[in-house]
């Protein structure tokens, strides 16, 4: 076997053979680019209020300076020895955060109106269904009513050998009196039963559409 004379030189200190340039186990090759972009992803979670703050050198927390109340702030201010620049930034931040939680307390309010109306349509809507059900079952119970006291007039009349759909009962003061009907139907004195609901229709024509 033939061996080359001289290896590539991979140190670049002109020997033969490559020198110790490769890194050791756990070394750092691409360790600074690692630590840089964990440096950057840091730097990306802070915000910008908290990077002015840790840039200037000021001495409290960025929720600090939102947080405390006005005469709080102005005396933790007057315990450190800031310069005109920081108090500036200091109120700039204050004015900021301020801002911000008003916006979220008011994004959050109108959301609790938005809820407030969505329980109150739901509740309206299950009032709505039920006073339904009940005029349902009240016109039920009215049809029943008149079809009965309708089936008394036709029985009464047919035992008298008068066709019901051309005779009626009217009431005349304390009387009834047996009378055709005329071409408009029944006369307003009639004593057979109109529906509820057929009298809505009448005054309403579109008072069955609430469905």
Excluded at 6 to 12: C, K, M, Q, T, V
Excluded at 29 to 54: P, Q, V
Excluded at 65 to 79: A, G, H, T, Y
Aim: aromatic share 6%.
């Amino acid at each position: 076997m033939i061996f080359p004379s001289s290896y590539p030189d991979f140190s670049g200190n002109g020997a033969g053979f490559p020198g110790p340039s490769f890194p050791q186990a756990g070394g750092h090759c691409g360790g600074a680019r690692g630590d840089s972009r964990h440096s950057e992803s840091n730097l990306r979670k802070i915000s910008k209020d908290e990077r002015l703050a840790r840039d200037a050198g000021i001495p409290f927390s960025v929720d600090l300076i939102v947080r405390l109340p006005m005469d709080e702030f102005n005396d933790q201010l007057s315990k450190h020895d800031l310069t005109e620049e920081q108090l500036n930034l200091c109120r700039d931040i204050r004015r900021r955060g301020k801002n911000k939680v008003a916006a979220q307390n008011c994004r959050q309010r109108k959301l609790d109106q938005v809820d407030q109306l969505e329980r109150e349509l739901q509740k309206s809507r299950e009032v709505g269904r039920r006073l339904e059900s009940e005029l349902l079952q009240s016109i039920k119970e009215n049809w029943e009513g008149c079809r009965g006291l309708n089936e008394d007039v036709d029985d009464f009349l047919r035992k008298r050998h008068l066709d019901p759909r051309e005779y009626t009962i009217v009431r005349n003061n304390d009387s009834l009196e047996v009378v055709p009907l005329t071409e408009a139907g029944e006369p307003e004195n009639t004593i057979r039963a109109i529906p509820v609901q057929s009298q809505v229709l009448k005054l309403h024509p579109y008072a069955g559409d609430y469905h």
